[in-house]
């Protein structure tokens, strides 16, 4: 994942979170002269980090510079590599809207207010992504979503669709999104 931080928006309570940060992970870290400051401990947790950290100092002097900076530099990253998976880290709704954009067009962006927020956030945002090649009607996808992300186990899932969509159909689903359930406890059905 590849983290975009609105440092002068959420200042080091964005950051919470960033030692969990693995190997693969990135983060962009943009600043500017009216935010700028880390504490020691803050200052020890991004060192204690797996992930790959990056400062972008961005230039003031109107409002929301930073803003267009970030998202200026989101674009070009997608460019680069269309297939990662984003997020931007800010207390301004305003990403959100970003976040649509891109995922309209395929590319997975997702907003937190933290690193510790953004990791549930982005399980929800690639839950949704693979269900949409799975599930072609939108009202089956956005039933089966909400399942996955409310029961903890695959017996719950799979009566909750049986419910709703009748044996047939619930097994043609539960088919297709059962390897997205490795997580959850039990399984009702053999291979």
């Given at each position: 994942?590849?983290?975009?931080?609105?440092f002068?928006?959420?200042?080091s309570?964005?950051?919470?979170g960033?030692e969990?940060l693995?190997?693969?992970d990135?983060?962009?870290?943009f600043?500017?002269?009216h935010a700028?400051?880390?504490t020691?401990?803050?200052?020890?947790?991004?060192?204690?980090?797996?992930?790959?950290?990056?400062?972008?100092e961005?230039?003031?002097?109107?409002?929301?510079?930073?803003d267009?900076?970030l998202?200026?530099?989101l674009?070009?990253m997608?460019?680069?590599?269309?297939?990662?998976?984003?997020?931007?880290?800010?207390?301004?709704?305003?990403?959100?809207?970003?976040?649509?954009?891109?995922?309209?067009?395929n590319?997975?962006?997702?907003c937190?207010?933290?690193l510790?927020?953004?990791?549930e956030?982005?399980?929800?945002?690639?839950?949704?992504?693979?269900?949409?090649?799975?599930?072609?009607?939108?009202?089956e996808l956005?039933f089966?979503?909400?399942?996955?992300?409310?029961l903890?186990?695959?017996s719950?899932i799979n009566n909750?669709i049986v419910?709703k969509?009748?044996?047939?159909?619930?097994?043609?689903?539960?088919?297709?999104?059962?390897?997205l359930?490795?997580?959850k406890?039990g399984d009702?059905?053999q291979?």
């Open positions: 994942m590849i983290y975009l931080i609105d002068e928006n959420v200042h309570d964005g950051l919470k960033i969990q693995g190997e693969k990135k983060c962009y870290i600043y500017s002269e700028g400051v880390l020691f401990n803050m200052h020890k947790r991004i060192t204690e980090s797996k992930a790959d950290i990056f400062y972008v961005a230039q003031v002097g109107m409002k929301n510079a930073l267009f900076q998202v200026s530099y674009g070009y997608i460019r680069e590599a269309p297939e990662e998976n984003y997020c931007i880290i800010s207390n301004d709704k305003a990403f959100e809207l970003v976040g649509r954009f891109w995922q309209e067009k590319v997975n962006v997702c937190a207010v933290s510790e927020q953004a990791e956030s982005g399980e929800h945002s690639r839950l949704h992504s693979e269900l949409e090649k799975l599930i072609t009607n939108s009202d956005e089966v979503e909400k399942c996955i992300n409310e903890t186990t695959k719950g909750r419910k969509y009748g044996t047939t159909r619930a097994g043609e689903i539960y088919r297709l999104i059962k390897p359930l490795t997580d406890k009702t059905r291979q």
